[in-house]
């Protein structure tokens, strides 16, 4: 028999899993808006919410762990991690603090996503956080744009090959190149839901986007990040939509004219004289595999590659040269934990990739296989038409402007009616008071009148009640995006990143930097949670 105080005993529990699923959330959230921000307040994010889930765990039944698809991989990689650590020659209490403060701080992000994101309004609140947090971003990079950074001491671009070079943006990371890469995947994340989501006014605002997170990216003058994301563009625009790659090809061109600069800096990866900055890394890359040769197991140890370099440093004539990373991340991870770790992580990373890149059939390839498709010039008319003359975009704007003015009224009358509250209507005195019969006449007159006035006042405002509540209904169904589109969207956006990271990392060592390994496990333990939300 249930008894009063069982019954109670349920709720209260109830109510503790519910707060702990809200708090747990709530720290996902804020590590996704201040990983590129303030990576401090995101770590520390992350234990709040491992601390709800592990209690959530222990009172809520229902509540099991599940198994991701690349949980085996991940786990390897970061057990020989700490294999490495201990068995490094360069071992000391830096190196294991880093090790667990900073390595831990990505397996518990793996962790907290990927056991915690179970459905589609998750994903949807967990990308409005990341797209927030990348608006910020990007506004602090066109605030250092417009008002300039000097980065001539700086090291970041060789002033003897672009002299006329002096700024380039690095927002709220530590340097251009992090930045770029960061906006790398942010545009792929873009784009990925910018290819599921349907409606003209939704397309055309993740048009803006993708331009505002393009433009910020060509101000870093990353040469790198700026070609993986033409690869990018190009592979997608061949195999899904050719519409893609005219977009690129008119940002690309858009930011010549604006920047001469640009395409200099650019172009400099296909001359034949390199700047300083290639001819490092060559030299790099020659000591990296060499240190992998040595220690091909174990590595030197995850986060010893700064401290065993100087005993490869066969190509620097300068030995004060710290030497942080090797400049690419399949050598980087090679050499600090070992040819077995780097598989490891080779099967996590790009399995991820793939996962997520599994698009099935492809529609372009249908279209033209059935014949379905017109001709390209008749194509890119109708979609130019259909956005501008067809759509009730500017239609839309107009009733916005509309709105918008009359609710500025309703303010404005409304504070008046707040000030002139208890105030009385005033009957005009100049008829004599004797003449009663005639004030009451008149009296009757005006009110009758007033009554009618504000009964066809009332019907006015209830009408235009209604055609407000119509126009926000209409405004709410075009920018809506449903959460299975922001879904689906995520998962090809997320392959896409994963891809750009990949690409990145042949030249660079992106992930070296905290922010971007944490984005980079955090969308990984994503991706792996929206695979088995479609599975289900």
Known sequence: MVTFLDRISVFVRRQRIKKLEIWTMR????EAFFVAIFPGVASAAVMVGI?????RLQIDSRFKMRTLPFDIPAAIFFILG?????????????????????VGIYFLTYVLVGQNIRTPAQVKMLAKALAASAFIVVMCGYFQYIFGVDISDMKWVDGEVFPELRKRVFSTLEN???LAGYLDVMICLALGVFAKVTGHTRKIIFIIAITMLTACLAMTYSRGAFLTLAIIFLIYGILQDLRILILFAILTGLIIYNDVNFLDRILSIFTETPDSSEGLRIGIWVSTISMIADHPFIGVGWGAYKAVYPQYNYYLADPDIVIYHAHNLFLQTAAEVGIVGMLAFFWYF???????????????????KTGTTSAFREKIYLRLANVFVTSNFLQTLARSKSLLSNRLADFFHSVMDKFSFGAKEKIPDTEKKSDTKLVHHEEMKWNKNKKNFDKDDDDKIDLQRFAEKDIQAELHEKIFIADTQIVEGLKLGI?????????????DDLLFNIPSSILMWQLGALGAAINIMTED
């Open 27 to 30: 720290a996902i959230l804020f």
């Open 51 to 55: 601390i709800a889930w592990f209690f």
């Open 82 to 102: 700490a294999i490495s650590v201990f068995n490094s020659s360069a071992l000391n209490f830096e190196l294991v603090y880093n090790y667990c403060g900073i």
């Open 176 to 178: 251009p190149n992090i």
């Open 350 to 368: 790009f399995g991820t990739m793939f996962m997520n890149l599994a698009l099935g059939k492809n529609e372009r390839y249908e279209k033209i």
């Open 495 to 507: 392959g896409l990143a994963f891809l750009s990271m990949a690409l990145n990392g042949m030249s």
